[in-house]
């Protein structure tokens, strides 16, 4: 019984593993549209990317659960989720990350050509990821909340990137996953926010404790009205109303 949460830990990292595999088997192809200009695309099959790690965050709640449930909680199970977490939520949106830059750059002239140090930025993002985790791991004092933002949230917030590029009708959105700066900006700020000590919100209530729902309910609402007006763009903007929410609702 007491390994049933560490089963589901590693289902975590299967699913991670598979979202890197979709993510590096996706490369870039020339199609030519109605006037005879070739165009540079990522093929669809990127998205399938960010469905695996969908699921693996999925999984990483549960095994949480699952090891309250059992009361089977142990030190090599809490070691064996951030390893998890580094490879579904770090390196997986880290390739997605590097994919998109060279999309980026190949929308220009020879931009195929690039050096590859431009796309290396990508990957600070499970660099990030793994000091927030580690940090995490020593620090007793994160029992009812977060020291900036954690990294199942970041690696998600990427991950929805591919499925508004693929399925948005909006012009400016994909327009703009298709800009470098884009990029490169998101790279700074969600590196920043995860290796930050900003105080934000988690999912952890003294029993009886019902005030903290408050901005959870908020953050739901905000989510489902997104969702209806804005596809998966909510994602980002549910990302972004969660910060925001935590910083007010943690004001000292």
Known sequence: MKQIPNIFTLLNLFFGCLAIVAVMQTGLMATTDANGMQLIEIP???YWASIFIAVAAVIDFLDGFVARL???SSEIGRQLDSLADVVSFGVAPGMIIYQFLRLSFAQQENGLEISTAWLLPSFIIPCAGAYRLARF???????TGFKGVPIPAAGLLIASFPLVYWFS??????????????????I????????????????????GDTKKLLPFIILV????????????????ITFAAY????????KK
């Open 188 to 207: 700074v700020m969600v590196s920043y926010l995860m290796v930050s000590t900003l105080p934000m919100l988690a999912l952890k209530f003294a029993k």
């Open 169 to 186: 009708n909006s012009v400016w959105q994909v327009e703009l996953l298709r800009n470098k700066w884009f990029w490169y900006s998101l």
């Open 44 to 46: 669809e099959k990127i």
């Open 243 to 250: 910060v925001i929410i935590s910083l007010v609702f943690n």
């Open 137 to 143: 791991n020593v620090d007793t004092t994160q029992s």
């Open 70 to 72: 059992l009361k089977a």
């Open 221 to 236: 609402v905000i989510a489902v009205v997104c969702a209806i007006l804005s596809g998966w763009m909510a994602v980002a």
